[in-house]
């Protein structure tokens, strides 16, 4: 059998070539270069206060965490101000939720109705790719260094965070939100370390991906049946980090979905691994984007493929020798006792409405809450003009309520069209139908289908091989 697998990385070495790795030393903060979106500047730019902390995890990642502690025409006095800390989604950064600047973006809006708000970035992205020992430009280091997913996120850096908010503003609660990946590291943190549900008052999680049973992107759905096989060849290759920070210096306003791993000659493996899924040519990415493990996008994958929330698959031997159990457990979200409103909207291409009820129902004090604009995005919570009036204004209502302690209002699980139960019924009875002729990789892409189906049966050859 070994003869397929040289066979196989010969094939694929000729088609994604070799990896040259990175000469940017990011080892420190104080190295952050210029070219990157500088937070702490934008806020006091807009006229308003801001503050940059560093914070280290248990195991040894340095995240910086951005304040705001109270408005442009306040001033800090004795008062107290709930406190709110910000949690942003997958390839973003605390930056998606003040680049907007003060007329539309959300943390401006949040200040300004009298809360201290505290931002987080989460380990690997740009504005924390940082770790005591580890260095994410050296070749053989980036492996350990990005070696993590969005449960370290959940467990690890958000606990710390959250604590040094706390004790920095000598408060024994704080307010939450989180967006799409936000919300995953929430329900993550809530149901791994359940004591730190006493630490957040509240929680308002905007296109929280979680479940992910009714994933409505056909073409990640097809992708993720394959993930384990593309994670493993993208390994081999030397990708570990999705949208790097090379590409950033060279291509600040022409990101695209062919460049994930900071050059095109990538392309393929960047749409093996989802990225057309994940980042649209109209985004303005060159603002949004800031980065991520590929692990945490493989894991996502993982979950879309078992249809089933929970922790990373390592293969069968492995699973029983970290969890006692062949199979990952799951994200129990009973064991959640935080207030949570789920914030959702019909035309988000990464989270289905049904999914969102069905984290409802098992989230015991919790409720749904649709987006009243049908063409809301999943993006749209921090870039859109109009996120104030869609969403923004009930979470500043909603948190005043709680501050007054007034949870009247907690309705549950909202009635779903009978259409969308309908077309899940068409999908299930079609099976073969998995992507749509506009999702199907062209010639021009470097890779016919049948190259791709060719690609991953060598990918599952040498998965097996590994195992």
Partial sequence: ????????????????????????????????????????????????????????????????????????NQTRNNAPRPVVFMMHGLLAAASSFVIRGSEYSIAYHLVDAGFDIWMGNARGNHFSRFHITLDPDHPEEKFDFFDFTFEEIGMYDLPTMIDYVLEKTGREELHYIGHSQGGTAFLVLST???DYNKKIKAAHLMAAVGYQDHMPNEQLISLARHVDAIYAIALLQGLVEYFPLD????????????NCFGDTKYKDMCYLSGSRGLVSDETDASLLLAGASLKQIAHYGQNIRDIKFRRWHHGDAKNIEIYGTIDPPIYDLNQISTYVTMHYSLSDTLLDERDVIAMV???????ARKVER????????????????????????????????????????????????????????NPGVTE????????????????????????????????
């Avoid at 003869?3 to 940017?24: D, E, H, K, Q, R």
């Avoid at 590409?247 to 062919?258: A, G």
């Avoid at 129902?361 to 409720?367: A, G, H, T």
């Fill in 1 to 72: 059998m070994l003869w397929v697998y040289f066979i196989a990385s010969i094939f694929i070495s000729s088609l994604v070539g070799p990896n040259n790795g990175y000469t940017v030393n990011r080892n420190l903060p104080e190295e952050e270069p210029k070219e990157i979106f500088d937070t702490y500047q934008a806020i006091l730019d807009e006229g308003y206060p801001a503050e940059t902390h560093h914070v280290t995890t248990p195991d040894g990642y340095i995240l910086e965490v951005i304040r705001i502690p109270h408005g442009r």
């Fill in 192 to 194: 791994m370390r359940p």
């Fill in 247 to 258: 590409q950033l210096f060279e291509e600040r306003r022409s990101i695209n979905p062919d």
């Fill in 361 to 367: 129902n098992d989230i015991p004090k919790s409720k």
């Fill in 374 to 429: 049908e063409s809301f995005l999943h993006e749209d919570y921090v870039t859109s003009k109009d996120a104030k009036e869609m969403v923004t204004d009930f979470i500043i209502e909603d948190i005043w309520k709680i501050e007054a302690g007034n949870f009247d209002d907690w309705d549950k699980t909202p009635v779903i069209e009978e259409d969308k139960e309908e077309e899940d019924k068409e999908v299930e009875d």
């Fill in 436 to 467: 749509s002729p506009g999702e199907v990789p062209s010639a021009a892409c470097g890779l016919s289908l049948t190259l791709v189906q060719v690609y991953l049966i060598a990918c599952s050859f040498y998965v097996v091989l590994r195992k």
